[in-house]
């Protein structure tokens, strides 16, 4: 690790599905804590994410045992496993992150307590991007804001 990974704790994690048929690595800050989005599948999903750069992830397994979801805006690619269902990552494009993405579903990182991650959460479901990310979830139900 360089000096600059050692700064914000960069390093390279170990995730699965729940059956093992889905392996990737993912180079990641966990200290930069994770993010929760209301929009509708995202609110499904219950995914705690974090965005890498797609070098900075590596499927292990093969592509056979996935299988893939894209909606609405075509923004992003999510993909599942076919034995077990579990949502690992998606993959995508958007010019406020950069363009090219990978979120990565923490929650199918091994051997990382989620319960010690910053959360933060996002109001995708009104498209409330600009108001970036805040400490309390944002309401599904009702409008932006509240």
């Not at 990974?5 to 990737?24: L, M, P």
């Not at 292990?60 to 690619?77: M, P």
Request: with cysteine; aromatic share 10%.
């Amino acid at each position: 690790m360089t000096s600059s990974e050692d700064q914000n704790q960069t390093k390279t994690i170990s995730g699965s599905c729940h059956c093992g048929a889905v392996r990737f690595r993912a180079t990641a800050d966990l200290s930069k804590g994770g993010s929760h989005c209301n929009c509708s599948i995202c609110t499904k999903l219950a995914t705690l994410g974090g965005i890498v750069k797609p070098e900075a992830f590596q499927l292990v397994s093969t592509e056979d045992n996935l299988s893939s979801y894209t909606w609405g805006g075509r923004t992003a690619t999510r993909y599942f496993c076919k034995q077990c269902g579990t949502h690992c990552f998606a993959r995508g494009f958007l010019a406020e992150l950069g363009g090219d993405y990978v979120s990565v579903n923490y929650n199918c990182l091994d051997g990382v307590e989620l319960s010690n991650l910053k959360v933060v959460y996002w109001d995708g479901r009104h498209n409330n991007w600009h108001a970036g990310p805040r400490d309390r979830p944002w309401a599904i139900l009702s409008g932006a804001g509240a």
